[in-house]
């Protein structure tokens, strides 16, 4: 609101000062509308809008109107108009009904403006039938009937934001709207269509101002000069463009001029604006150089290439032909995709691109992309996609020789998380049955290039222009990209390879060996190359990969630089990576999404989850801490209350949806509340009983999640992909919160969370430790013994921990009212070995009872809390079950009547029923009566 303020000073200004500004403006190209002047997205329109004298502040005879297409949408089925004009003094519709009648207007246009329909980011020009005279003391009343049947994709406007409700608007794909008798308007609103309105020529034109090219900039041919007029002009009718001096373009309508045929080198531009006053007088000279170049695509379409701003994370492939592009002995220097400017592209905007050779034409299948590792990295860094229509420009890291023989692939790797509007998105030209396209998309799963998962074949290609520069004289060296970063590495272990690609991006031949290959700097005796690939003969365009590893024995972060030396010249790529502390293990560096170890978009989530000796391999150690990477999409405030599970397991995978591993074989290691925060990073848990880690079997750890509620879809943890080998089971749901002890039906995942395990050396002697810290009973019936709940006696130290049924007791104000079977003692417990004891409660006074089982054991007392709530004499509980139902009676409807049967033995007492209550799942604020029993039940 303040910009198009300002807008409107200026434009009164200008009138005060003579300069006879006969196009108004009210509004502009920053914010965007669907509903005015039509909705084209359906088939009848009719809209009325308000314009304000302070707005305007200008009198004479309005003889055109413009309205802005800021993107999208078509006019086939939207073409056909009436328009009308009023002076008002009204300055707001009051509801849906409150039209003005038509018959205070005048009709000023009617006839189809199908010809009239711009390009994005242009105005569209109505000249009207009849000139409408605006006085400069009402407001101005803008009324627009379309009535073509039918309706087009939807166009967004140009439009602003005012402070009442100035607009209303009718659509409907059946019912035309009768403007002498409307019918209700869908919708009265405050943000309504920019305008121009254009009072006749009463001088020349000022002098026009240069857009594009800015100066001194490198464009080629094929692309577009561009100028505009400045605020306070009067209109042109015309325009003459000078190119070095010479007039190319003579009193031609459009504000832009497409170059063709000049020479490669420096050239100068100017523009004289007409009309039927006079001329102005000429622009500023501008200059420009043509560099080589084509552009390959004219579509308008919106296939997803080469990425779809609509979703989080996207790689494409697309193929461009060698009769496409045609330029021999040069390089391809800097790219362009064409933006269709519907807004900000500021989740799609972190990308790396390849460049390769191919001879192929096409994708035949939905696995078809071609090698990563046959392609070079040209590219990666952040792009600026603002919200207007045009060339997206990317220069090159990397130079790319094209050798005008094969066919050009270009791989786009897009990272950036979230997305952006569904309306915005690069153009593309469809290709007719031949998928020149690959492509995958997902708002979870960020693919690998070098794995990429199956994508869709796409029968078009993005549009794109290629800038290409001289090759130099000389080879010349150039390695990509210019810096390693390892991550987190394991402690004295080997890390995956990463590659530095060293090409020939000059002339002539290119020796390379491996004598021109160092590491240098302080950590550099961390680092190592695998040389394999030397030595090589690089002619232009080729290039060779060097495989570089580190094994870290420094904690923290390391350094070096990778340094290759031709024609005494240095060529340095920075190696860093980050070296966990002794006894840290990483497993898995993927970033997909497959609800592992929680789902966050889920109230309850059960998951197991293998990790493998061959990926843990550490002996004589306990785990003690165990971290989850998150994404940090949100906060996981719903997604926070964790119990984890631990245990030896033989199997590497899981068989069917069923194959849960009983949590009888587990260990409860961790029950707890989880600060998750809105940043990327791991989530880290101090384990309340350290798991000692026998380092011949696998390891399976259980994630048990318990928050009600949920966050957004797009947060989770970080997983790694297991092709073809399930190495994860899961299940989630909303309603039904899954026992451990009986998980439900589950979901096999060929994948694994991604996990730091923290390791401690052993101490030299038995510690016993118990598990949970607490037993809670809950509700339990008078006099009768509960279902016992077990305590964990677990030796996480060294050699025996002998234990006999005198080491516990129960202490406390109710002790006499719990008792433990001791069955299973006396236990003598090697390291990592575990005896579990039953514990009950009899409860003999009503309310809440408490005590404490104590295990004394080397001088040490170790407790649990003991706690049940017991019911009154003569009270029956009939179910245990966890499952929703509607019954005794929901919320839905006004009225509800259910019956239910309990048997003589559930019941199992004979007397006077005076009170019934049922478990109460969930909770609402709807208001329900219960009559009184109105007799006992004997």
């Given at each position: 609101?303040?910009r198009l ?5 200026v ?5 005060l ?18 509903y005015f ?18 707005q305007?502040?200008?009198q004479?005879p309005?003889s055109?109107?413009?309205f802005?297409r ?16 009023g ?9 849906t009904?409150d ?19 711009p ?10 039938d ?16 379309e ?17 009442s ?15 002498n008798?409307?019918?209700?308007a ?28 800015e ?15 400045p ?19 003579e ?7 497409t170059?063709?045929?000049?020479a490669n ?23 420009f ?23 989080g994370?996207?790689?494409?492939q697309?193929?461009f ?12 220097e ?9 807004g900000?592209g ?14 192929r ?10 090698p ?6 040209v590219?990666?860094g952040h ?9 997206i ?5 990397l130079p ?16 950036t ?8 998105y ?14 995958y ?7 690998d ?15 794109i ?33 990463l ?5 020939n ?26 040389l ?7 002619q ?32 340095d ?7 966990l502390?002794p006894?840290?293990?990483l ?6 999404h ?6 966050a978009?889920?109230?309850?989530s059960y ?6 000796q ?5 002996s ?14 949100g906060v ?22 069923t ?18 925060p ?7 848990i ?17 994630v ?16 790694t ?29 060929a994948?694994?969370?991604?996990i ?5 050396d ?9 598990s ?5 009973f ?14 964990m ?5 060294s ?15 109710h002790?006499d009212?719990?008792?433990l079977d001791?069955?299973?003692?006396p ?16 409860g003999?006074?009503?309310g ?11 001088g ?19 179910g245990?079950g ?57």
């Amino acid at each position: 609101m303040k910009r198009l303020t300002s807008l409107f000073v200026v434009i009164a200004l200008g009138l005060l000062v003579g300069l006879n500004a006969l196009t108004i403006t009210v509004g502009g190209s920053g914010e965007t509308v669907n509903y005015f002047p039509i909705y084209t997205w359906y088939g009848y329109n009719y809209t009325q809008q308000i314009y304000t004298q302070a707005q305007i502040n200008y009198q004479g005879p309005i003889s055109k109107i413009r309205f802005y297409r800021a993107s999208g949408g078509a006019f086939d089925n939207c073409h056909d108009w009436v328009i009308y004009m009023g002076n008002t003094t009204r300055t707001s519709f009051s509801s849906t009904s409150d039209w003005e009648p038509v018959a205070n207007l005048t009709q000023v246009f009617s006839g189809s403006v199908l010809d009239n329909f711009p390009g994005p980011g242009q105005w569209m020009e109505i000249t009207l039938d009849t000139p409408f005279t605006y006085n400069n003391t009402s407001n101005l009343l803008v009324a627009i009937h379309e009535n073509t049947p039918g309706y087009s994709s939807s166009v967004r406007w140009g439009g602003f934001t005012s402070d009442s409700s100035v607009g209303m608007y009718y659509y409907n794909d059946q019912n035309d709207a009768d403007v002498n008798n409307p019918p209700n308007a869908n919708s009265v609103v405050n943000r309504i269509a920019s305008i121009q309105l254009v009072f006749p020529d009463t001088a020349a034109p000022m002098a026009p101002e240069l857009v594009f090219p800015e100066n001194g900039a490198s464009i080629m041919n094929g692309q577009t000069l561009r100028w505009t007029l400045p605020h306070g002009s009067s209109d042109a009718s015309g325009y003459d463009v000078y190119i070095d001096g010479t007039m190319v373009s003579e009193n031609q309508n459009s504000t832009q001029y497409t170059i063709t045929g000049l020479a490669n080198g420096a050239h100068t531009w100017y523009v004289v604006a007409r009309n039927n006053i006079g001329t102005s007088p000429p622009s500023a000279t501008g200059n420009f150089n043509i560099t080589s170049g084509v552009i390959i695509g004219n579509g308008t379409d919106n296939n997803r290439l080469p990425v779809n701003p609509f979703y989080g994370y996207n790689y494409t492939q697309s193929i461009f032909l060698q009769s496409e592009i045609n330029l021999s002995n040069q390089r391809i220097e800097r790219i362009s995709y064409y933006w269709n400017g519907a807004g900000v592209g500021t989740n799609t905007s972190d990308w790396v691109v390849y460049m390769g050779h191919v001879q192929r034409s096409e994708f035949t299948e939905s696995t078809d992309w071609v090698p990563v590792g046959d392609l070079v990295q040209v590219f990666n860094g952040h792009l600026n996609i603002p919200a207007e229509a045009g060339w997206i420009e990317i220069e090159l890291d990397l130079p790319f020789t094209y050798n005008n023989t094969d066919n050009l692939l270009i791989a786009v790797d897009e990272n950036t998380p979230n997305y952006d509007g569904s309306g915005q998105y690069f153009h593309s030209t469809s290709t007719g049955g031949v998928n020149r396209s690959i492509r995958y998309y997902s708002d979870g799963n960020n693919p690998d290039p070098n794995s990429p998962p199956s994508g869709t074949l796409v029968a078009a290609y993005p549009n794109i222009m290629m800038q290409f520069g001289e090759l130099p004289t000389t080879p010349v060296l150039r390695l990509s990209p210019p810096a390693l970063n390892f991550g987190e590495v394991m402690y004295d272990a080997s890390s995956s390879p990463l590659t530095v690609t060293a090409s020939n991006i000059g002339s002539g031949t290119l020796n390379l060996s491996a004598n021109d290959f160092s590491i240098v700097g302080d950590d550099a005796d961390q680092f190592s190359l695998d040389l394999v690939n030397l030595p090589v003969a690089l002619q232009p365009g080729q290039n060779v990969q060097i495989s570089v590893t580190v094994r870290g024995t420094t904690e923290g972060q390391i350094t070096a630089t990778l340094r290759a030396v031709h024609n005494g010249e240095n060529h340095d790529v920075a190696l860093t990576a980050n070296v966990l502390a002794p006894g840290v293990v990483l497993i898995g560096n993927g970033t997909a999404h497959n609800m592992l170890p929680v789902n966050a978009f889920y109230g309850y989530s059960y998951t197991q989850s293998i990790f493998l000796q061959s990926e843990i391999n550490l002996s004589n150690q306990r785990i003690e801490r165990i971290s989850y990477y998150w994404n940090g999409a949100g906060v996981g405030t719903n997604t926070s209350d964790w119990v984890i599970y631990m245990g030896h397991v033989q199997r590497n995978e899981f068989g069917n949806n069923t194959d849960w591993v009983p949590v009888g074989e587990l260990i409860q290691v961790f029950e707890g509340h989880l600060n998750i925060p809105a940043e990327a990073g791991w989530i880290e848990i101090e384990l309340d009983m350290p798991f000692t880690y026998n380092n011949t079997d696998n390891l399976l750890i259980a994630v048990d999640e318990n928050t009600p509620s949920y966050d957004g879809s797009g947060r989770f943890f970080y997983t790694t992909p297991t092709p073809d080998v399930n190495r994860s089971i899961r299940y989630y749901s909303d309603g039904t919160n899954p026992d451990p002890i009986e998980p439900p039906t589950g979901t096999l995942v060929a994948a694994y969370p991604n996990i730091l395990i923290q390791f401690g050396d052993l101490p030299t002697t038995p510690v016993l430790r118990l598990s949970p810290a607490a037993l809670n009973f809950g509700l339990v019936m008078y006099g009768e013994p509960a279902s016992p709940l077990t305590v964990m006696a677990t030796n996480t130290g060294s050699g025996t921990l002998n234990l006999g049924a005198g080491d516990f007791s129960f202490i406390g104000t109710h002790a006499d009212q719990f008792s433990l079977d001791d069955t299973n003692l006396p236990a003598a417990l090697t390291p990592g070995q575990y005896v579990y004891i039953p514990v009950t409660v009899t409860g003999t006074t009503a309310g809440e009872i408490t005590a404490t089982l104590r295990v004394v054991y080397d001088g040490q007392n170790h407790d649990v809390a003991l706690t049940a709530d017991v019911l009154p004499a003569g009270t029956v509980i009939i179910g245990d079950g966890i499952q929703t139902q509607r019954q005794p009676f929901g919320t839905t409807w006004g009225y509800e009547r259910s019956a239910a049967l309990y048997t003589v033995d559930q019941i199992g007492l004979v007397g006077a029923i005076t009170m019934v209550g049922w478990d109460c799942a969930n909770t609402t604020n709807t208001p329900h009566s219960l009559q009184d029993l109105g007799q006992e039940y004997q």
